[in-house]
C-alpha cells in the first residue's frame, strides 16, 4: 500500500502502535493552526469554569440517531440525562459524515440537543457554537498536499464510481457511490493515480457503499486529535472523552490515545472487524448490547463517567434522592412530567396538581411567548383540563442548552430551550427561569419564582396551535 494514501476497507488499515497524532500536517503547521483558531474554541467554552468533566465525541447516524425508531425513545433518554447531568460541565461533540445542508435536516427532522462543538463531512470541517462557527485554522491545516481539481479529475475516469449529491461535495471531501464487490479493487486503483499525481490523500469506505476521498490529514480522529491539542495549549484538556460510532469512518476515534470508545450494538459488520483486527485486547472500548444512544449511556456507566440513569428511566421522579439543590435537574425533570400528564403516562390525580403547585411562589408570573401574563398558579390549574389531550399520539417535549447560573445566596437563574413536537409540528421557546431555594429542603425541591418565554426565530406556532407552559 503506497505510503501516501490510508486504505479503510472492512479491515482498516489503521495502525494501532502509532495512534493518530496530526502525522500528515507538519508539526509547525499543526501549531499555527492551533494558535490562529483558539480564540473561536476560547469563545465556544467560556461557560465551563475548567476542564470538562467528559466529551462526548459521537457520530450521529444509526450512533447517536436511531432512524428504526421512530419515538426516539434512546435519544430522548440521552437528552434528559446530558441536559440535567453534563451540560453545565461537560462538552458534546457530534461528529458525522453528513454535510452542513444534511447536518441541519437531519436537526428538523430528531429531536436533537445543540452541540458545543460539530465535526461534519468526514472530518473535514469543524465549527463551534450555535452559529456554527467555522475553524480556519483546521482548513489551513487540510490545505497541504490536497487539490480537489485533481481529485475529480481522476475519478471521473472510473465508471463504477458514482458521485453523491451535490451537499455532500465539500471542500476538502470528494463522495462516492460504489458496489461492495467492486470498492477494493477501485480503492488500489485510485491509490495508484493519486500516488502518481502527487497527492496525499485519504480513501474511506464506509456503510457497504459511501467512499469517501479526504486530505490525508483529515478525518473524524485527526479532527478529534486537533481539538484536543488545542485543549491540552490551553490546559482546558477533558477529564475524560467517550468516542461513539456504529460504522467504518468512525474507527480513527477508536485510534485517538487514552479514549473511552464505545460501539453501538446496531454497529456495521466493517466496524466489528475493524475493532477484531487492531483493538480487540483494548479495555477502553466496548461493543455495547444496547442500540444507539441508549449504548451511549450504557457506556457511560460501563466506564464510570458519571451518572448513567436518566430521568427519563425515573418513572417517579419523587424516588430520585438529591443530596443538593440542581437546578438543570429541576428543569428537566418538571417538563417530562409535563409531557407526561398530556400523554396520560401518570395517574391524574390533585395530588400532583397540587405538588406542582407547590413548588411555586405565591407570586410567582408566568410570561407567555405571547407577552400574556398570569400567576404560575394559575397556568398550572390550567393543566387540569389538558390531561390526556395527547394520549396516543406523537406528542413528545425535550429541553436544550439547560444552563443554570447561581445569581444569590439561594437563587438560580436558568436558560433553555423548550421545544415541543406534536405529530409533524415543531415548536422552541427561549426560556429564563428563576428558581429560589429559600425556606425548603433539597427533597422539597426548588420554588420556581418567575419564568418568561419568548419564540425562537422560525419556531413559533402556527395559527392552530396553543402553547401552554
Known sequence: MPPSLTLQFLRFHIPTSSPFLLTRCSTTAVAAAVSQSESSLSKAMDRLAGNAHLMIVSDLDHTMVDHHDPENLSLLRFNALWESKYRSNSLLVFSTGRSPTLYKELRKEKPMLTPDI???????????????????GWVEC????????????????????????????????????????????????????FKERGLDVKIIYSGGMDLDI?????????????????????????????????????????????????????????????????????????????????????????????????????????????????????????????????????????????????????????????????????????????????QGKQFR????????????????LVKFKKWEQSGEERQCCLTTALLSSKDVTVTEGLTWVHVHQTWLDGAGPNSQSSWLF
Not at 118 to 136: A, F, L, Q, R, W
Not at 335 to 357: G, H, M, P
Not at 403 to 412: E, M, P, T, Y
Request: with cysteine; proline share 4%.
Open 397 to 412: 417535549v425535550w429541553v436544550d442548552q439547560v444552563l443554570a447560573q447561581q445569581v444569590g445566596s439561594d437563587s438560580w
Open 142 to 193: 487540510l490545505n497541504q498536499k490536497w487539490d480537489r481539481n485533481i481529485v475529480s479529475e481522476e475519478t471521473r475516469k472510473l465508471r463504477e464510481l458514482t458521485l453523491q449529491s451535490d451537499t455532500e461535495q465539500r471542500p476538502h471531501k470528494v463522495s462516492f457511490y460504489v458496489q461492495k464487490d467492486k470498492a477494493q479493487d477501485i480503492m488500489q486503483s485510485l491509490s495508484t493515480r
Open 118 to 136: 460539530t465535526i461534519m463531512s468526514v472530518g473535514t470541517e469543524i465549527t463551534y457554537g450555535n452559529s456554527m462557527v467555522p475553524d480556519d
Open 214 to 390: 479526504l486530505p490525508q490529514g483529515a478525518g473524524k480522529g485527526q479532527a478529534l486529535a486537533y481539538l484536543h491539542k488545542k485543549f491540552k495549549a490551553e490546559g482546558k484538556l477533558p477529564k475524560n472523552t467517550l468516542v461513539c460510532g456504529d460504522s467504518g469512518n468512525d474507527a480513527e476515534l477508536f485510534t485517538i490515545p487514552d479514549v473511552h470508545g464505545v460501539m453501538v450494538s446496531n454497529a456495521q459488520e466493517e466496524l466489528l472487524q475493524w475493532h477484531a483486527a487492531n483493538a480487540k485486547s483494548n479495555p477502553k472500548i466496548i461493543h455495547a448490547t444496547e442500540r444507539c444512544a441508549a449504548g451511549i449511556i450504557q457506556a457511560i456507566g460501563h466506564f464510570k463517567l458519571g451518572p448513567s440513569t436518566s430521568p427519563r428511566d425515573v418513572t417517579d421522579s419523587s424516588d430520585a434522592k438529591m443530596e443538593t439543590f440542581d437546578p438543570a435537574y429541576e428543569v428537566v425533570k418538571f417538563y417530562l412530567f409535563y409531557e407526561r400528564w398530556r400523554r396520560a403516562e401518570v395517574e391524574q390525580t390533585e395530588q400532583y396538581l397540587a405538588n406542582l403547585k407547590a413548588v411555586c411562589s405565591p407570586s410567582g408570573i408566568f410570561i407567555h411567548p405571547s407577552g400574556s401574563e398570569q400567576l404560575l398558579r394559575d397556568c398550572l390549574s390550567s393543566l387540569r383540563t389538558c390531561y390526556g389531550d395527547k
